[in-house]
C-alpha cells in the first residue's frame, strides 16, 4: 500500500481534514488527523495493519506492543497479519504499565506499534515497558510518522506514511493572516 493509498482512505473517511483548524491545543494548523476515524471501519484497519506488518517485516516477532487507546487497534491488525500476539500497555498513576495479566518474557521478540508517532515519547516510553519486562525489542511501527524525521529511535522504525502537519500559534497563523476562517475539526463532519 502506497502513501497515497493510505492517504486517501483518510480522506475518505474524514481522518485527514485539510484546511484551516483550531486543535484542542489552541494552536492552529493546516491539518486534522483523526486515525480512530479511519480505523473504526474494520477493513480499512486491517488493511492497514497487514500493509504496516509486510514494511516492519517480521524480526521472528512473538508479540506486538502497543499504548492505549490509541496503538490499540493498528497493533492487533498488524498482530493479525504476523500472526502473533497482541497486547497493550495502559497508564497507571502517569506510567505505562502492562497489566490485564498481560506479560513479556525475555524470550519474547517484541514489535511495538502505534497509530501516530509525533515525538516518539509514546513509542519509547512503550519500549521501557517491554524492555523491563526482559524482552527484546526488534522493531517499531506506525501508520503515520508526523516527526518529520526529528523522532530518533534505536530501533528500526517504519511508518506507512510520512506527513508534516505544522502548527502555528494563533497570533503567528499564516493562514489567519491570509484572512481564512478557522473551523474547529469535528464541528463540520
Ligand atoms: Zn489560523
Redesign the pocket.
Known amino acids: 500500500m502506497d502513501q497515497s493509498t493510505v492517504l486517501d482512505l483518510f480522506r475518505q473517511s474524514g481522518a485527514l481534514l485539510e484546511g ?1 483548524f ?1 486543535l484542542t491545543s489552541g494552536l ?1 494548523s493546516s491539518g486534522y488527523l483523526q486515525c480512530a476515524l479511519v480505523l473504526q471501519h474494520p477493513t480499512h484497519a486491517e488493511a492497514l495493519g497487514r500493509a504496516l506488518a509486510a514494511a516492519i517485516g517480521v524480526h521472528d516477532a512473538t508479540a506486538v506492543l502497543s499504548p492505549a487507546l490509541g496503538g490499540l487497534i493498528i497493533g492487533h491488525e498488524v498482530a493479525r497479519a504476523l500472526g502473533v500476539r497482541a497486547i497493550f500497555a495502559e497508564r497507571q498513576d502517569g506510567a505505562l504499565t502492562l497489566r490485564r495479566g498481560f506479560s513479556l518474557a525475555p524470550a519474547d521478540r517484541v514489535i511495538v506499534v502505534e497509530d501516530v508517532v509525533t515525538t516518539g515519547g509514546s513509542t519509547r516510553e512503550t519500549m521501557d515497558v517491554a524492555r523491563k519486562a526482559g524482552a527484546a525489542v526488534v522493531a517499531a511501527g506506525a501508520i503515520i510518522d508526523r516527526s518529520g524525521g526529528a523522532s530518533t529511535l534505536d530501533t528500526p522504525f517504519h511508518a506507512l506514511v510520512s506527513l508534516s502537519l505544522p502548527t ?1 500559534q ?1 497570533e503567528a ?1 499564516p ?2 493572516a491570509q484572512g ?1 476562517p ?1 473551523v474547529k475539526p469535528g464541528s463540520r463532519i
Open positions: 484551516h483550531r492552529h502555528y494563533p497563523c493562514l489567519c481564512l478557522v
